[in-house]
Nanobody, 121 residues
Framework: QVQLVESGGGLVQAGGSLRLSCAAS????????MGWYRQAPGKQRESVAR???????NYIDSVKGRFIISRDNAKNTVYLQMNSLRPEDTAAYYC???????????????WGQGTQVAVSS
């Protein structure tokens, strides 16, 4: 089985920073794209940032220039450095990873349990 364990959420004032981490563990043959999603109360879950196994990144427009996604392939871990946080960044943040557990099985998406980020004005 595969587990994604997130850490790093919390409460911060507007303009502050937080760093989220997500470590994948278990039976992993190949770890492909990893990313972060968020879901605010009453809103749909949205993709915030993604990173390929080769390090190519993409972001939604609202976080460009403020958030940085990175990964450590040796540790099967993805990070999200969030700077200049705004109240509208308040949400539950979920880690996502596309993982193949064996060479004979197609990769599929796995999700973390979510970590709460709250930004006060």
């Amino acid at each position: 089985q595969v587990q994604l364990v997130e850490s790093g959420g919390g409460l911060v004032q507007a303009g502050g920073s937080l760093r989220l981490s997500c470590a994948a563990s278990g039976r992993i043959f190949r770890l492909n794209d990893m990313g972060w999603y968020r879901q605010a109360p009453g809103k749909q879950r949205e993709s915030v940032a993604r990173i390929t196994s080769g390090g190519t990144t993409n972001y939604i427009d609202s976080v460009k220039g403020r958030f940085i996604i990175s990964r450590d392939n040796a540790k099967n871990t993805v990070y999200l450095q969030m700077n200049s946080l705004r109240p509208e960044d308040t949400a539950a943040y979920y880690c996502n990873a596309r993982i193949a557990q064996s060479p004979l099985v197609a990769a599929r998406d796995y999700w973390g349990q979510g970590t709460q980020v709250a930004v006060s004005s």
